[in-house]
């Protein structure tokens, strides 16, 4: 046996290599965009993004990829329609309960307000969808202040909370990192321990107010810590 210090270097690396592989713990990011992928122009809903719930009719500005300074984002824009789209995926929150994401408002609906159901639209909407038929809806609202929480629709097979997360059109034009601890929020929301994420949606509504919105989304991911 060759003594530990006449080790050629090589060995040393490749040993280095094997322990930080076998010691490697499960993933600590899940990413949710892949905008980098697509080309400017309208995003492909037949691909890992549709359209949810499916609709026969077509959107009046169906949602694009955009090139915003150095990097292409989704641009979703609506007028007197909502706007879902929403990409499968299946997220233990448990093990990635962060939820970071990017959006810019371009226009809100005008009078839109969660806590007024004939009124309530978004310019930006961030779904969680987990098994069990239970969401949580990050929002930019109108009008409601941060810290709302609706619960619009408690009757349905669906039950939903909305979060207002940012409000008013003060910081129209800016992009904002978001950050939310999802397992804690539907622990405290729905005071059970939460099942696996299934989709994550985003959305953007003026059909209730028959208005306009326009709203950009960059990254979007789940992280561990």
Not at 94 to 113: I, M, N, Q, S
Request: glycine share 8%.
């Amino acid at each position: 046996m060759i003594p530990a210090h006449r080790c050629p270097a090589r060995a040393w690396l490749v040993l280095a290599v094997v322990v930080l592989t076998l010691g490697a713990g499960p993933t600590s990011t899940v990413r949710v965009d892949n905008w980098h992928a697509y080309p400017v122009g309208p995003l492909d809903l037949d691909a890992e993004w549709r359209r949810y719930p499916p609709r026969p009719s077509a959107f009046k500005r169906p949602p694009a990829i955009v090139q915003d300074e150095d990097r292409r984002v989704v641009q979703l824009a609506t007028e007197g329609e909502a706007m879902r789209i929403g990409r499968s995926l299946t997220i233990d929150v448990a093990r990635t309960p962060w939820l970071t994401w990017e959006w810019k408002a371009l226009v809100l609906p005008e009078g839109g307000d969660v806590r007024r159901p004939r009124l309530n639209d978004q310019a930006g909407r961030v779904m969680v969808v987990f098994e069990g038929m239970k969401g949580i809806q990050y929002i930019w609202d109108t009008t409601a202040p941060v810290g709302t929480e609706a619960r619009p629709d408690e009757l349905e097979i669906f039950q939903r909370v909305l979060v207002v997360v940012r409000s008013g059109p003060r910081e129209i034009g800016q992009w904002f990192r978001e950050r939310r601890n999802v397992y804690e929020d539907y622990r405290r929301l729905f005071e059970e321990t939460p099942p696996p994420v299934k989709l994550v949606g985003l959305e953007s509504h003026s059909n209730d107010t028959r208005t306009r919105t326009a709203v950009r989304f960059g990254g979007l991911r789940f992280d561990a810590r």
